[in-house]
C-alpha cells in the first residue's frame, strides 16, 4: 500500500504541475485516436510502450487480451468497444499481445489452469490454436510454440471484433482501422500485422 501512496505523492508534486495545462483541457472530454487491447500483465504499458499522454487512447485490459465474438458476450469488454468506436470515434484498433503471457502459457499446458476455472473457462474459445499450431508448424515469424500461440491468439481477436456489427461498418467505410501487435518486452520489440495478413513483421 504505501508504495502506491508514495507513487501518488510523487505525481502530485512532480508530474501533475508539468502537465497541469494537459489535465485541464482533459476536464472537458476527452477525444482517444486510438484503442488499444491488451493483456493485464504487469509488464506492459500500452502509455509507455506507445508514448502517449492522457487522453489520447483508449484501453481495454484482460488475461490474453481476449475479445469474445459478438455472439457469445455482452459484458464489458463490448461495452467499451462500442463505446469507443460509436462515440469516441477512434481511428485505429490496436490488439496487443505480448511475449512470456501466462494466459496464452495455458493454451499450450491446460494443466495450468486446473484450479483456475474461471481463467480456464475465459481461454476457452481459444483452444483452438494449440492444434492449429499442432498441426501447422511455426510460421516464419513465430520463433517458438509460446511466442506462435501469442501471436495466433492476436490474429483471432482482430477477427473476433469483426463480428461487431458497428466495428465491421466503420473498417468498410475506411474510419477504423484493425492492427495487431506481438510486444517482446525484454528486448522493446514491436511486430506488428494488418487485418487479413498471415504473419507478423517489425515496426
Given at each position: 500500500?504505501?508504495?502506491?501512496?508514495?507513487?501518488?505523492?510523487?505525481?502530485?508534486?512532480?508530474?501533475?504541475?508539468?502537465?497541469?495545462?494537459?489535465?485541464?483541457?482533459?476536464?472537458?472530454?476527452?477525444?482517444?485516436?486510438?484503442?488499444?487491447?491488451?493483456?493485464?500483465?504487469?509488464?506492459?504499458?500500452?502509455?509507455?510502450?506507445?508514448?502517449?499522454?492522457?487522453?489520447?487512447?483508449?484501453?481495454?485490459?484482460?488475461?490474453?487480451?481476449?475479445?469474445?465474438?459478438?455472439?457469445?458476450?455482452?459484458?464489458?469488454?463490448?461495452?467499451?468497444?462500442?463505446?469507443?468506436?460509436?462515440?469516441?470515434?477512434?481511428?485505429?484498433?490496436?490488439?496487443?499481445?505480448?511475449?512470456?503471457?501466462?494466459?496464452?502459457?495455458?493454451?499450450?499446458?491446460?494443466?495450468?489452469?486446473?484450479?483456475?476455472p474461471a481463467v480456464r473457462d475465459w481461454l476457452t474459445a481459444a483452444e483452438h490454436i494449440r492444434e492449429d499450431i499442432e498441426t501447422h508448424g511455426l510460421r516464419p515469424?513465430?520463433?517458438?510454440?509460446?511466442?506462435?500461440?501469442?501471436?495466433?491468439?492476436?490474429?483471432?481477436?482482430?477477427?473476433?471484433?469483426?463480428?461487431?456489427?458497428?466495428?465491421?461498418?466503420?473498417?468498410?467505410?475506411?474510419?477504423?482501422?484493425?492492427?495487431?501487435?506481438?510486444?517482446?518486452?525484454?528486448?522493446?520489440?514491436?511486430?506488428?500485422?494488418?487485418?487479413?495478413?498471415?504473419?507478423?513483421?517489425?515496426?
Amino acid at each position: 500500500m504505501q508504495r502506491l501512496i508514495d507513487g501518488i505523492h510523487h505525481f502530485q508534486r512532480e508530474v501533475f504541475p508539468a502537465k497541469r495545462d494537459l489535465f485541464a483541457s482533459l476536464a472537458t472530454g476527452q477525444r482517444p485516436h486510438s484503442l488499444i487491447i491488451t493483456c493485464s500483465d504487469s509488464r506492459i504499458d500500452p502509455f509507455l510502450l506507445t508514448h502517449a499522454d492522457p487522453g489520447e487512447i483508449f484501453v481495454v485490459r484482460n488475461a490474453g487480451n481476449t475479445i469474445p465474438d459478438a455472439k457469445t458476450t455482452n459484458g464489458g469488454e463490448s461495452a467499451t468497444i462500442e463505446y469507443a468506436v460509436r462515440v469516441l470515434k477512434v481511428a485505429t484498433i490496436v490488439v496487443c499481445g505480448h511475449s512470456h503471457c501466462g494466459a496464452m502459457a495455458a493454451l499450450l499446458d491446460p494443466s495450468l489452469t486446473d484450479k483456475l476455472p474461471a481463467v480456464r473457462d475465459w481461454l476457452t474459445a481459444a483452444e483452438h490454436i494449440r492444434e492449429d499450431i499442432e498441426t501447422h508448424g511455426l510460421r516464419p515469424s513465430e520463433r517458438n510454440d509460446s511466442e506462435a500461440v501469442v501471436k495466433r491468439n492476436v490474429i483471432l481477436q482482430m477477427s473476433n471484433l469483426k463480428t461487431y456489427d458497428f466495428v465491421d461498418h466503420a473498417c468498410r467505410n475506411g474510419k477504423l482501422n484493425i492492427m495487431g501487435w506481438f510486444y517482446r518486452f525484454e528486448t522493446g520489440e514491436v511486430e506488428g500485422i494488418e487485418f487479413g495478413q498471415q504473419d507478423f513483421h517489425l515496426i
